[in-house]
């Protein structure tokens, strides 16, 4: 059974930071990319970033790309999310998402439960 | 970046009833590479359809998805009680971004 669980979310001042991850099991972590999702508070959806399979090839939305670090560490199947100079609008729950195939052109077959940052002074 | 616009917004439906979702793209979705999701208050969402029509392990077949290139509508046939919810839809061909649409709430009518 794949699973994936995040943690490290929590209540952080603007211009913080956090250091997210997703741990998962139940299928050959290397052989999948890997994406973060996030959802404010009674929003939609809004993909954040992805890694491909072997961590080489890394992809940003625009709202955070050069605050935010995608990585992973194949070894023990945990994806990471470094999050840094939070702002207010990054308060949202984020969610860590399989991909269906090692480079980024797959959906999303499975999801973790997510975990929450909060941005507030 | 290729927009996706949901529509309606919200549809009122009674259960037995069919829905009819829409999901219209900005410019053409290579290879039709169209995902649908379900999701529930407090939960993560989870893939109903990809590849514009197919349905993903363990979806019941009252899901359908249709269209491609610009046009894609998800159809629930006979609603159940567990299925309303938000639905998004979601273009992976083209990146960066990966774009999903506004949403569209299943709500009882």
């Known amino acids: 059974e794949v699973q994936l669980l995040e943690s490290g979310g929590g209540s952080v001042q603007p211009g913080g930071s956090l250091r997210l991850s997703c741990t998962a099991s139940?299928?050959?972590?290397?052989?999948?990319?890997m994406n973060w999702v996030r959802q404010a508070p009674g929003k939609g959806l809004e993909w954040v970033s992805t890694?491909?399979?072997?961590?080489?090839?890394?992809y940003y939305a625009d709202s955070v790309k050069g605050r935010f670090t995608v990585s992973r560490d194949n070894s023990e199947n945990t994806l990471y999310l470094q999050v840094n100079t939070l702002r207010a609008e990054d308060t949202a729950i984020y969610y860590c998402?399989?991909?269906?195939?090692?480079?980024?052109?797959?959906?999303?077959?499975?999801w973790g439960q997510g975990t929450l940052v909060t941005v507030s002074s | 970046e290729i927009v996706l616009t949901q529509s309606p917004g919200t549809l009122s439906l009674s259960p037995g009833e069919r829905a009819t979702l829409s999901c219209r793209a900005s410019?053409?979705?290579?290879?039709?590479?169209l995902a649908w999701y379900q999701q529930k208050p407090g939960q993560a969402p989870r893939v109903l359809i990809y590849?514009?029509?197919s349905r993903a392990t363990g979806i019941p077949d009252r899901f359908s998805g249709s269209g491609s290139g610009t046009d894609f509508t998800l159809t629930i046939s006979r609603l159940e009680p567990e299925d309303f919810a938000v639905y998004y839809c979601?273009?992976?061909?083209?990146?960066?971004?990966?774009?999903f649409g506004g949403g569209t709430e299943v709500e009882i009518k």
């Open positions: 139940g299928f050959t972590f290397s052989n999948y990319a």
């Open positions: 590849g514009a029509s």
């Open positions: 979601q273009q992976y061909g083209s990146l960066p971004p990966l774009t």
């Open positions: 410019q053409s979705v290579s290879s039709n590479y």
């Open positions: 890694i491909s399979a072997n961590g080489g090839s890394t």
């Open positions: 998402a399989k991909g269906f195939r090692s480079s980024w052109r797959g959906f999303f077959d499975y």
